[in-house]
DNA sequence: CTGAAAGCGCTTACAG
DNA sequence: CTGAAAGCGCTTACAG
């Protein structure tokens, strides 16, 4: 291994000038920065980030905390939003450590393993924990970062996709298409991010003084997030909301061995602007959500809280916008 | 922050002791070890990652390396990859840091960053880059291993899936059904996997000494690797292997599409059980690639290189068996 | 069983 | 513009 001591030795310089031409540092004669420069390349010269992190006491790694039950996810939606996350902190000069946090973890309140040995100097948690966990790791000196989801914790900083406002949009633009007897489809207790969407809908059904019958509620999974086969109600709305296109896509399915065409008989909007949206026959007009830009901001309010600048302090939920992808699901009837 | 310093300070002993106590080392008494292990948890002590790596000259952290182009990909693949190695990583306390290698990088034969910084003590290369980079990354001073493609590399190890072994059982399966004109799916001049799959196709025709029609051989895709439309031979074989789910899923769109039935006129293989292999109609069968299974052999193959078992030199190509997946897709013409 | 000393590779603060 | 000294938190080798 070559250290700066090394190259110093050879250049007849002492470690301070080799650290402060490496680190483009003032105080050494342009010409001897070059020199030690040349010098470093030949020799094959590597930082060595631990001694560097252990004068500065930071590690410019930060932790990625999955739970379990996100990281098993056919699609790897959180996996491709922790490709995203890698890709911003690479830019600041920073890596990210993914953790997977396992139900066991999470039940014995377990900080991430690699933030314990000081590995990392702050925690993005990506996907919902059990409330006691989130409550555990707030009151623990953590700098944390919580991604798409919510929390009632105060003192936390949250980034979520604005799921009620891109459902309202998406309603408005049905309701622009003539259609007035609208439904929904999912279960609206099993995370915050159906129920904001259902409540979106609804925002533009009052908003445009139309009533929601509830019979055009459809449940899509139980309590503990499995799905369930769909019942189709006796009379069906002209239009269903869908609470992601994976249930965009049984819908459609379920509509179509009944004998009921989409859209002509009945129109069909998703959430995610997933595979199912482009598989389904028609495909979903839908909510494509901005992964890129949720990373992005996520990262940055991280790092601004690493480094201090002290006035940006207080915490915040910050809402990210979806765009709506129009395709060929949804009627105009009017 | 809590050091051992302030541990000993409050134990009133020497910082040897404490960092011996911690660490379950000999030479201090049981007695002492718990009271000092308690006053540890009680303080909030964390370990100090960087502090040990500066003695160490080991970070415990593994690079995986991912060319852009893979990274991209709808079902994230080589994601999932990742995520099953950095569990399997976890249980030996190692950390996995994922570093996309842009194209750019990729050209400049440019190191990962981490182990530039001696972030991290090996490399674990996911997804076939360019052969110049492969011959740069060899000739410089880094633990290695390669995992999901070939190099041709004397001193590399290698672990992949036996693509050639696995479509040779799937073929043997197709003429024990009774199929005697088989065809192939995909541009064997794409990558290894692709050739070594048909290869394998091969070999079974050839042991049972049938022969291979050219014009059943069907390119899905151009030499850089992106899908064309299938062009369907005049006269069809009674199955044909396609080289990946998604190509199979695309096939029998196009054979439904030209009225032609599967399985009942035509069967159809695939490779992956990925997506596409349950959402076609009727389901395929297909290849399973065992994940696990190589994520495993090749964290553990790093590791040895690392914690050097000097016995365990040399280097090697390791193939990881798949298993075969029956669906609806193939048809029983005896 | 316990501890004083040295050192891992670097950077900061200070002196020249 | 350049460098000697101290220190970041820990562990190893040695002495008692």
Partial sequence: MVTMGDIAKKAGVSTVTVSKALNDKEGVSDEMKRKIKQMAADMGYRFHAAAKSMRSGRTNNIVILIPERFAGDEQAFYLKFYRQIISVL??????????????????????????????????????????????????????????????????????????????????????????????????????????DRFLGMYKSLLEHRLPFNERYLVSDRDDAGRFIDLVLPEKLPTAFVCNCDHVGYLLIKKLSDSGIRVPEDCSVVGFDNDIYATLSTPPLTTVEVDLEEMAKVATKRMIEKLEGDKGSDGYGRILIKGSIVFRESVKNIQ
């Avoid at 309140?109 to 059990?130: S, T």
């Avoid at 989130?134 to 000196?141: L, P, R």
């Avoid at 799921?163 to 929904?184: K, P, W």
Wanted: hydrophobic share 35%; net charge negative.
């Fill in 90 to 195: 690479e830019s600041y000069d920073y890596y990210g450590i993914l953790q997977i946090l396992s139900s066991d973890d999470e039940e014995r309140l377990m900080l991430p393993k690699a933030f314990l040995e000081n590995r990392a100097d702050g925690v993005i948690v990506l996907g919902q924990p059990k409330k006691e966990y989130i409550e555990h790791v707030t009151k623990e000196n953590v700098p944390l970062v919580f991604l798409d989801f919510y929390t009632d914790q105060l003192n936390a900083d949250v980034v979520v996709t604005d799921n009620f406002y891109a459902v309202y949009e998406l309603t408005n633009y049905l309701i622009s298409q003539g259609h007035r007897e609208i439904g929904f489809v999912g279960n609206v207790h099993t995370t915050s991010s159906i129920q």
